[in-house]
């Protein structure tokens, strides 16, 4: 039987405001031993945020040096900074047979599945509606007019991809959408990579 604590990856994917966060930690104790990848980023921190809690904080140059190294997964530029996931950590969780799991957009979703496709997962979470979207949003006194405006329009266009993802989460009520949340999770970790089918085949046919 294969083992609930091998590594392996898990994509999620959705809108501000879907409540891709408020989900994962809902379901945190019911995943098993997880690692949460941070993103590097060329842009300031805001205020409160801490380098390596909320992103790893770096200048352009340091991240365009990792860049032609090849040290990144995947990384995009949006808004003139650049973003990206540092394979470092990565392979190290993978190692350590932890479930990695990603809070990246579309872009970052298509890079991952080039390069990892066979340990990874990928799951999209959305409210019910674009509405219950926009009430979300507002609800949260967070973002002025205009970066709420930008945020609708983005999430038009990413709901348009949603057909790449393995699943989708309606996230209406939190406790449903954590229930299904641990099940993605689980089946994760269960996905079976082509060194995995070898391996079986071999002991199989003894």
Do not use: C
Not at 42 to 62: C, D, L, M, Q
Not at 143 to 152: A, K, P, T
């Amino acid at each position: 039987m294969q083992s609930l604590h091998k590594g392996a990856i898990l994509v999620l994917s959705g809108p501000s405001g879907a409540g891709k966060s408020t989900i994962i930690n809902a379901a945190s104790k019911e995943i098993g031993e997880y690692y949460f990848s941070i993103s590097t980023t060329t842009r300031a921190p805001r205020e409160g945020e801490i380098n390596g809690r909320e992103y790893f904080f770096v200048t352009k140059e340091s991240f365009e040096e990792d860049i032609k190294a090849g040290n990144f997964l995947e990384y995009a530029k949006v808004h003139g900074n650049y973003y990206g996931t540092s394979l470092k950590p990565v392979r190290q969780a993978l190692d350590e047979e932890k479930l990695v799991i990603f809070d990246i957009d579309i872009q970052g979703h298509r890079l991952v599945r080039a390069k990892l496709n066979h340990i990874t997962t990928s799951a999209f979470i959305t409210p019910p509606t674009l509405q219950a979207l926009e009430t979300r949003l507002r609800a949260r006194l967070t973002d002025d007019e205009s970066v709420i405006i930008q945020r609708i329009q983005n999430a038009k266009e990413e709901i348009l991809a949603v057909g790449e993802y393995d699943f989708t989460i309606i996230n209406d009520a939190i406790e449903t959408a954590a229930e299904e949340f641990i099940t993605i999770a689980k089946a994760a970790r269960l996905k079976q990579s082509e060194e995995d089918e070898a391996k079986f085949i071999k002991k199989w046919l003894g």
